[in-house]
């Protein structure tokens, strides 16, 4: 039975090798299976692509696809859920923030009937603080606006059955967010427990302002919830409005109106407009969101695709 270890990569040129090298020893006691070495790269900028031709033509256990240019980790993993020849498929970063030893347990799990086996990591190495209270917080919302679960301190890091693989496949929206589509797909999921280390080389390509990209793709891929919070804020908005009227209605019918509240309507303005901007806002990452899924365009363009593989 043959195994997938699936690799995004992105300017990873320092860490091919020790990644290489840690999955050999990992998947050593293991040579029950076959295992394929399946790295996508991701349009990068270093040597990584030079270094994946060298282990392709030492090692008939490496394939690798080379995109056409960056498409980011999301798309990068859909081309490997496409190439995996594996009946299983283990997916995971290239920096060792991922520790290969647990593949083991993975696989156990595996054999007893789990379809989705991912692991948990029980601390988040060095994040800064402020990262791991954002990514908290951001699994709270997006959690609480949903029924359906996405769990906090898991990453991609996982095996799939070739059921999930297969499931992965159809869905090919464009603003991909594949923790949520994980937890979409269903099937039978439980956990493996790890520490998360620290980035072995090289810088995380993940800064602040592509966090919170990814957490607005998230919360908008997954869940409308943000829609009936804009028509919940309208909604009260109005009835507050409709009191204040009939309220500066009557008091102008009893008491006359001496031409004053400059204050108040500034405030009142100004915060309808704000109510308004931010409500404009939320439907337009809803707009942008259809706009792209409706060119539904192929997700990602590979270069080229080698593989030792015959069928
Ligand atoms: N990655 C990718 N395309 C990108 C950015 C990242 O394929 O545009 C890969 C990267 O090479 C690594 C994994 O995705 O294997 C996780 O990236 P990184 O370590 O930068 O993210 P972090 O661990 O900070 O979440
Ligand atoms: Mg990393």
């Not at 999955?23 to 990068?44: C, H, T």
Request: a neutral charge.
């Amino acid at each position: 039975m043959k195994i997938t270890i699936l690799v995004p990569l992105y300017n990873e040129e320092k860490n091919i090798g020790m990644l290489v090298e840690a999955l050999d020893a990992a998947i050593k006691p293991l040579s029950d299976y076959q295992w394929e070495y399946l790295f996508i790269n991701d349009g990068s900028r270093d040597n990584t692509l030079a270094l994946l031709e060298q282990l392709y033509a030492n090692r008939s256990d490496v394939s690798y696809v080379d995109l056409s240019r960056n498409f980011g980790k999301e798309n990068a993993m859909l081309a490997g859920f496409d190439h995996a020849q594996g009946e299983a498929v283990i997916v995971m970063d290239a920096d060792l923030q991922d520790p290969p030893q647990i593949i083991g347990q993975m696989v156990e799990k595996w054999r007893e009937g789990y379809d989705d086996v991912y692991a948990r990591r029980k601390d988040r190495g060095q994040e800064s603080w402020l990262r791991k209270k954002l990514s908290l917080a951001f699994y709270r919302i997006l959690q609480g606006s949903t029924n359906i679960d996405v769990l906090p301190n898991v990453g991609d890091f996982r095996l799939l059955d070739r059921k999930c693989i297969q499931a992965l496949r159809q869905l090919r929206e464009s603003g991909r967010y594949t923790k949520g589509l994980f937890t979409f797909i269903g099937f039978r999921k439980t956990a493996v427990e790890f520490d998360r280390g620290s980035r072995t080389q090289g810088h995380s390509s993940f800064n602040f302002w592509k966090l919170f990209k990814l957490a607005i793709e998230g919360i908008t891929s997954y869940t409308t919830a943000p829609l009936r919070l804009a028509t919940i804020m309208g909604v009260l908005v109005s009835i507050f409005a409709f009191a204040y009227m009939t309220y500066v209605f009557l008091k102008a019918l009893f008491y006359g109106d001496p031409v004053a509240g400059y204050p108040t309507m500034m405030t009142v303005i100004l915060f309808l407009g704000g109510v308004q901007l931010l409500t404009i806002g939320i439907i337009g990452e809803y707009l942008g969101r259809i706009f792209n899924e409706v060119k539904n365009r192929p997700v990602y363009f590979e270069r080229e695709y080698k593989t030792h593989n015959k069928d």
